[in-house]
């Protein structure tokens, strides 16, 4: 109890000091003899239960109080109602000290003792045990009893006598059984101290009795009331300054003696009462009648415990059996859920192997970091990519094992935040891509999944170049489209303007001509006609070999006549001869070739040769033709300046677009085209075109 309860109940326990100084002072001054002294001795009885109950009662409600006090300031109430009674009978002076049918009235009492122990009982015993505790207690009350009868009552007592004898040996013995039986069941400083109390009441009982049925009590002596009165105060310092028991709730586990002890007990008392009743009805004035009577009301209790205790046993068996038989079953239980265990952790133990298995085999980099970003395991996939072993990788935080990497870039470290990161392998980069996602473990974990994207980044990379090439020759086809078409355009006015301005001029002077010839014949002008008519054909003449040269920069006769290699053979030595540079031809074809291959092969020289004409500012260039059994091979190769092939697109869009003229014939026919050109070194052009066997010639061309 702490200090601050103490200050706050000492009021209580001076007042129960108080009333006990009070009480004692009553005992001590007063005389013995006399009237007053009885009034006084009765007054203090009642004062002290009075007193009592009212500590008792205020204590019961407030939050600390015991759950019996209740009951305990019930019982003390009807002890105030019954000292009272008779402060009231010695107050109006009636005799009393004699056994009588008014003596019933001390049953009250009985009833004050019974209610807080009923109230004890129920707050500490089980339900299952407190039937067998309530018989024992009985069985030893009536034992008790009967002793205390057959002690207490006088020889030859009549019927009211042994009514009043019997009265105050049943108050005694169960004052002393209820509450010795809850020492030795539960024994708490509580319940010894109750006990204590309570034995005191109950051997100032006995004496009370023992006096008063012989009438010798008159009233008035210290050792049987001051018990009484000391009793109850102490009954509520008791209750005022031990320590609580609200919300205690029933004792599970009594002492390991309490039951055997208190039903030895009920037993024995109960056999020494029927022998002590046997031996001494007689010697103390009890008829057989009489004893009979006790002797069958014991018996029927012995009787009654051992029938409770047989089936009490009979109970606890069947709770044995039953609870063996629930063993057995939970034994049985038990081992399937053993086996299930054991499966479980088997498929357990599969499934992990498994999963290593996976996360060994896995091609992706798979990283498991605590939440300090310390690697805690980690695949041989991602120690491959980083090429680092296992034991160097795990137990090292992110960072350090970032900083640990020569060939990584400030990328690698910023990985799992990132997704992107760079490490140098052999050289060559290496593309990592990284996904992080939560463990719900504890403690908490995180999952870093990486995989070498590099392969795709190149992927993608030639796919942007392939596209923009794409891009850059779809641009180029069309700029040479619009070229082309206007070249077309040009050629046909050209074309156009000569037959106009030649052969169509020619022929229709010579039609006017011819006119003036016949008109001169027919006048007799025989010899200026024919003048005219000479004058006509060299005309003609004139007219024939325009168109010859016309058509021959359409298509050369040679190339018609004689085949590719004669044309080229002959276009490289004028070319040589117009430019003054020295040429050099090789070439021979073993089949014969279409036209249209023949006709692009040679515009395809015959452009190289204008480009290196107009640019080249070479002194010797070179023309090699050679066909095998699929395709025809032709370089034209010059030591001229030469020029940056870098800047191909930009000689296109300032509108130079020979070579790329070329490209475009030549891809266009299924061939590949190439140009090789260095500052100051020359240019070599390339073309190679499938060939489409023609119809056997009967000649190799040379």
Known sequence: MSIDDLSARWPVGLALLATAVGVMVVFLVVPESGEARAVLAHGTLFVSS??????????????????????????LGLTAAGTGGLLIWDVLGDPRAHASTWDLGFLVFLVAVILPAAAEYTDHFRSEDRREISVDVALVTLSLTFLAYLLLRPPGADAVTSMSTLVFATIAATMFTTYAALALWVPTPAHVLQFVVFGAFSSATASLGSRWVRGDFGGTEAAILLPFALGMLALAAIVTFLPRRVHAGPVAAPTRWGRPLLTSLSVASACAALGLVADLHRERGMSSRQA??????????????????????THVNQQALLALEEKEAALADTDTALDRVRDTNETLRQSEEHLRLVFEAAVDGIVEMDERDTVVRANEAFCGMIGLTRETVEGQPWTTLAAALADADGSFASLPQTGQGTVQRQGQPLHLESRLSQIPSSPTRRLLMVRDVTAGRVADQTIRSLFQFLQDRDEDRTRIMRRTNAAIESERNRIARDLHDGPVQGVSAASLSLEAALLMIRAGETDRGLEIMSKIRRELTEEADALRRLMSGLRPPVLEERGLIPALRETLTRFGHDHDVTTEFSGVLHHPLSQD????????????????????????????VEADGSQLRIEVVDDGVGF?????????????????????????????????????????????LPIDLAPAREFVQA
């Open 50 to 75: 009075v007193v009592a109950a009212v500590v008792v009662g205020r204590h019961g409600r407030s939050a600390d109080g015991w759950q019996s006090e209740r009951a305990l300031a019930a019982g």
């Open 292 to 313: 009979t009577a006790v002797i069958v009301v014991l018996a029927i209790g012995i009787a009654l415990r051992i029938l409770l205790n047989q089936i009490r046993s």
């Open 597 to 624: 291959l023949e006709t692009l092969a040679y515009r395809v020289v015959q452009e190289a040769l204008s480009n290196a004409g107009k640019h080249a500012r070479a002194s010797r260039t070179s023309v090699h």
């Open 644 to 688: 940056d092939s870098q800047r191909a697109r930009e000689y296109l869009r300032m509108g130079r677009v020979g070579l790329a003229s070329m490209r475009e014939r030549v891809e266009l026919a299924s061939g590949t085209f190439s140009v090789h050109a260095t500052l100051g070194k020359g240019t070599r052009v390339t073309a190679t």
